[in-house]
């Protein structure tokens, strides 16, 4: 199995930046692409960003130009700078591990609240 951790959650202001970091442990030989996922209570869990293991990236449109993914493939991490944030940013964010077969793995979340 792979165990994802998060950390870097916290509040900040409208126009902000926080950096969330995602640390995978385990059975990762398996693992190709990771990604950011978030969540507000009553709504289903939605896409942020993605990144395969060769670098490429993806991004939802609501977070395209403030946030950016990034994966150090040596130490098995995966990171999203959140800059210009908004108070919609608010949500839990929760780290995902694709491998090429089977499910994907998910973080623990953490929160991320913007608020004046």
């Known amino acids: 199995q792979v165990q994802l951790v998060e950390s870097g959650g916290g509040l900040v202001q409208p126009g902000g930046s926080l950096r969330l970091s995602c640390a995978a442990s385990g059975s990762i030989f398996g693992i190709n692409a990771m990604g950011w996922y978030r969540q507000v209570p009553e709504k289903q869990r939605e896409f942020v960003a993605r990144i395969t293991r060769g670098g490429m990236t993806l991004y939802a449109d609501s977070v395209k130009g403030r946030f950016t993914i990034s994966r150090d493939n040596a130490k098995n991490t995966v990171s999203l700078q959140m800059n210009s944030l908004k108070p919609e940013d608010t949500a839990v964010y929760y780290c995902?591990?694709?491998?090429?077969?089977?499910?994907?793995?998910w973080g623990q979340g953490t929160q991320v609240t913007v608020s004046s």
């Open positions: 995902s591990a694709d491998p090429v077969t089977g499910p994907r793995y």
